[in-house]
């Protein structure tokens, strides 16, 4: 329950705990999720997956399944080649490497789709793809961190298992040099398990081609605008010719933001056989071959001023990115916002992503979590240790809103953000001295109390640095019956979009909210926006309505001052109908003013006819959302259960929308936040067999395990954003787990220091409280200990995406520059950078004159024009860029003939590789 006031001023709906519309729908089984969605003709899809994680296809025996009566097509890789298809990541940028729609020679992961089995039932499909017999010449995999960073490649056209990185390829002399000087030097090194998004709707897809040549895609999905626009680039087509619907939607999380193996598999078999296919992924398939997460490991060191204040810190972190991630990714995010809310002078790091025979990498609520979990867990020890009250070091190190604007170590610029404040009205609602003497006096009776503080920032509905992410768009209409109909780039997966976004266009607009019909489940139907994403549709969406909703009431009043011969100001519209004020008072409805607008438009201005009004907001470069929470827990020593006793919540949202559905996003998260602390584990054996497939063994927390949580929004400010909204979709998700794990660890410390070891199941608990070994793994090595690659492998690509005026960054090759003279500079080239966000695709020009550089960067329509020097065939240049933030790009170059290879140096991002090839003719 929320006893706090929000910092807005409520409006009519704003604000306000309306019902949602949504629930009538979903609450009397009339949802309409992919797997209700059946059309003429339809047949359905199984897959015949790899039952090893790595190894080469000697053979594939279809006779046996073609023969069973009912199967339609067998389809393998061969049968798609056809098809010239790009698997893009969600950035819609190429991948590192290929990915394959079906396996193709080879297999990379147990669960590697291998053939699609086409048939007239599920039943039948399910049955012929156990009857196809492949026959594989079985390799060892490559599973872990450990493996990748020693083992063979997954991918054997790479140069290494690297998949992407970022952060200093060399120590840092002067904050190594700090670190060992201070007063007290704290280190923290964990591995973090990995995770299934286990949405409650598996992800499902129908395809149906028409004669057309065009597509309709049912797909289980975060937006379908973003997916039609993948489809659309992915297999080069126009995107007018497919049309994406999603209408329910049973969770996400990350794990849908973009199609996948599976859905372009379908799709290409649709176009393929010209007959609609459908393919619902059972739960074995989700918990084995769906994309997963948060498999990584960190290694934190932070120093400490005798007073406690932070001096310098360093992080080693590597993710596992499996064989086929939807992004290769070293998370730079965990670095942007590691120490993003703390007064820290000086920070660097070291983060790789590896690639490894496992399922691959995708989103999950907060991808960048860990940051909070390593910096929250490392405060509290190192308090101990110092003989500090863990809150009181946070006071001492955390930016509050008189210390902004604030530029962190990474270039972050803040101006919004308040965990220090929201740590404040935490402490009036926690009474921590009165549970002190309840924890002293539980010990005594031998029962074992704690509580764990953790505060943090989110960044919520970015527009700077990712073209999908840059904008949403809203189209408002009032109907001939006077009723609003708005299509918004908005997407539900229980978001309750429909029900917020219609209370910001009625409480802006002045009608009735049982008046606002919301639709956001067509590509079709509304402009281009991604959906659900990085917390943003409070944010995005809600701007774009307000701002139509605000041309389009200046429509309606510019409309009825004309008809009434009035002023435009001198009518306001409350509750659907048109008050005339002043002298002369009067009153029209607007279902009357709609009939004029579409029945009579000669009586409109301009004869203009209808009433609507459309706009594309593009929100503010990050919008942040700041925490504090509070856990108190009571671990049993004699089984190693924990008991959540209370959790409390003070938040920073913004104007809230609607305070029930922000709590029920807070609640959401950290019920997942609970899990992965507690129980939730995708684990392999070394053959890269997954060994937790049903919901018995990949445990999920129920109602009995999360508590009633209590929600306080007195730190709330309005953003800087339109209408003051704050996301708070993943914050959960990113300020739970440390919350738990830090009541946990002080209600063992009478045991000594908890490790940690996730998730902190019975057994694990049991182990440190008896003083025993449990279940143990190898330990992250120390940043000082980061294994090099292997001999014959080159160093590790380093990317970072910009357009050509952001100047991108390239990486590559650490072999010594060998000079040569004569070498041919002058004239065009296509260049590839390697990114971040996958590889970047443009042109350029160079010039030489003398041993003077100069050159151009062409991408986007945009230039970025640079100089620098030529040695022999030696090239350097520097390139100053502001976006997404202000940096300058070191550029070295060797030309060989028609071929230039390269890397830049991007300060703490590290370095990526640039490749060029002359332009001919």
């Known amino acids: 329950m929320d006893d706090a006031r929000s910092a807005a001023s409520t409006g009519r709906y704003i604000g306000q705990r309306v019902a949602r519309k949504e629930d009538t729908r979903l609450l009397t089984g009339r949802g309409v999720y992919v797997d209700d969605v059946g059309v003429p003709g339809m047949l359905h899809v199984a897959f015949h997956r790899s039952p090893i994680a790595r190894g080469r296809i000697r053979s594939i025996d279809l006779s046996a399944a073609r023969a069973l009566p009912g199967v339609f097509a067998l389809v393998t890789a061969d049968d798609l080649a056809r098809f010239k298809v790009d698997m893009l990541s969600f950035f819609l940028a190429q991948p590192v490497v290929p990915v394959p729609v079906l396996a193709n020679g080879r297999v990379t992961y147990v669960g590697d789709p291998v053939v699609m089995v086409v048939a007239q039932d599920r039943y039948l499909a399910e049955d012929a793809a156990g009857l196809i017999v492949v026959e594989y010449d079985e390799e060892d995999p490559v599973v872990t961190l450990d493996d990748a960073k020693t083992g063979a490649l997954v991918h054997p056209d790479t140069d290494s298992n690297v998949a992407a990185a970022t952060g200093a390829e060399e120590p840092d002399e002067d904050l190594e040099a700090a670190l060992a000087a201070a007063a007290h030097l704290e280190t923290l090194a964990f591995r973090h398990q990995r995770i299934s998004q286990s949405p409650m709707e598996t992800r499902g897809v129908v395809a149906q081609p028409h004669g057309s040549g065009e597509l309709t895609v049912y797909l289980s999905c975060q937006g379908p605008q973003l997916c039609a626009r993948w489809f659309a680039q992915a297999l080069e087509l126009p995107q007018t010719s497919i049309r994406v619907i999603s209408k329910d939607v049973g969770g996400s999380f990350g794990l849908k933001g973009q199609p996948w193996r599976e859905e372009v598999a379908v799709v290409l078999g649709a176009m393929l056989l010209r007959r609609p296919l459908k393919w619902i992924e059972d739960r074995l398939e989700n918990l084995t071959a769906a994309n997963q997460a948060r498999e990584q490991e960190i290694t934190l060191r ?30 730079i995010a965990v670095m942007m916002f590691l120490w993003g809310a703390h007064k820290l002078p000086a920070f660097s790091f070291r983060a790789r992503g590896w690639f490894t025979n496992t399922v691959g990498l995708a989103a999950y609520r907060g991808p960048w979590a860990i940051e909070s979990l390593a910096r929250e867990v490392l405060l509290d020890r190192a308090a101990r240790r110092m003989g500090i009250d ?26 919004d953000i308040s965990p220090a404040e929201c740590l404040d009205v935490l402490l009036q609602k926690v009474d921590v001295a009165a549970f002190r003497a309840e924890q002293a006096a539980a010990r005594r009776e031998g029962r074992y109390l704690g509580i764990g503080f953790a505060t943090y920032i989110e960044p919520t509905a970015g527009s700077t640095g990712v073209a999908v992410l840059m904008s949403e768009s809203a189209h408002l209409r009032v109907e001939p019956t006077g009723t609003v109909t708005a299509v918004v780039s908005t997407h539900s997966q229980g978001h ?43 944010v995005a969406g809600g701007g774009a309505c307000i701002r139509a909703a605000d041309l389009l009431l200046a429509r309606i009043r510019e409309s009825a001052a004309h008809i009434l011969g009035v002023r435009a100001d001198d009518i306001v519209l409350r509750n659907g109908v048109l008050h005339v004020t002043g002298d002369k008072p009067q009153t029209v409805s607007l279902r009357d003013l709609a009939d004029i ?59 809230m929308i609607n305070p029930s559905i922000v709590e029920g996003q807070i609640a959401g998260g950290l019920a997942q936040a609970i899990g992965s602390v507690l129980m939730e584990e995708v684990s392999f054996d070394a053959r890269g067999n997954p060994t937790a497939v049903t919901y018995k063994d990949y445990m999920l927390p129920t109602i009995f395990d999360v508590p009633e949580f209590e929600y306080h929004h007195d730190a709330s400010m309005p953003s800087q954003a339109e209408g003051g909204f704050r996301g708070v979709g993943e914050g959960g998700c990113i300020v739970g787990p440390p919350t738990l794990v830090n009541a946990i660890a002080d209600a063992l410390i009478p045991f000594g220091e908890l490790e940690l070891e996730l998730p902190l199941t019975p057994a694990r608990l049991l182990a440190h409280i008896e003083q025993r070994p449990e279940i143990a793994r190898p330990k992250p090595a120390e940043a000082s200990e980061a294994p090099a690659p292997a001999a014959d492998a080159p160093a590790d690509p380093v990317p970072v995406a910009a357009a050509a005026h952001n100047a991108p960054a390239p990486s590559a090759p650490q072999e010594p520059f060998a000079p040569a003279s004569g070498a041919r500079i ?11 966000m996958g590889p970047q695709a443009f042109d350029g020009r160079l010039a030489t004159d003398g041993d003077q550089l100069s050159g151009v960067f062409i991408m986007n329509m945009d230039e970025a024009h640079f100089t620098g020097t030529v040695t022999g065939n030696q090239l350097k240049w520097d390139l100053k860029v502001t976006k997404p933030m202000k940096i300058t790009l070191k550029y070295e170059a060797v030309v060989e003939g028609d071929t230039l290879t390269g890397k830049c140096k991007m300060g703490v991002f590290g370095s990526a590789k640039l490749k060029g090839e002359r332009v001919k003719g």
């Not at 120093?303 to 998370?331: I, M």
């Not at 002058?826 to 971040?836: C, E």
Request: with cysteine.
């Open 390 to 415: 863990p809150i009181e070091l946070r006071r001492r190190n955390l930016i509050r809103r008189s210390d902004q604007p604030w530029t962190t170590p990474m270039g972050l610029e803040l101006t």
């Open 597 to 655: 607008a579409y029945g009579d438009p000669d009586r409109m201005p301009d004869g203009h006819a209808g009433l609507e009004a459309q706009y594309r907001y593009r929100p503010p470069p990050i919008t942040m959302t700041s925490a504090a929470h509070a856990c108190i827990v009571e671990v049993d020593a004699q089984t190693g259960f924990v008991k959540i006793r209370r959790w409390v919540t003070s938040e920073d949202c913004g104007n």
């Open 302 to 331: 932070a120093a400490f001023d005798a007073e406690g204040r932070l001096v310098a810190s360093h992080a080693d972190y590597g993710l596992n990115n499996g064989a086929y991630p939807q992004g290769a990714d070293s998370n």
């Open 496 to 538: 309750g979009t429909q029900t917020t976004m219609a209370q910001v266009i009625a409480d802006r607009l002045g009608v009735p909210y049982e008046h606002v019909e919301v639709y956001e489940d067509d590509s079709s139907r509304g402009g281009y926006g991604s959906g659900a994403y990085g917390s943003r549709q409070a």
């Open 826 to 836: 002058d004239g065009d080239w296509k260049f590839v950078l390697s990114t971040p």
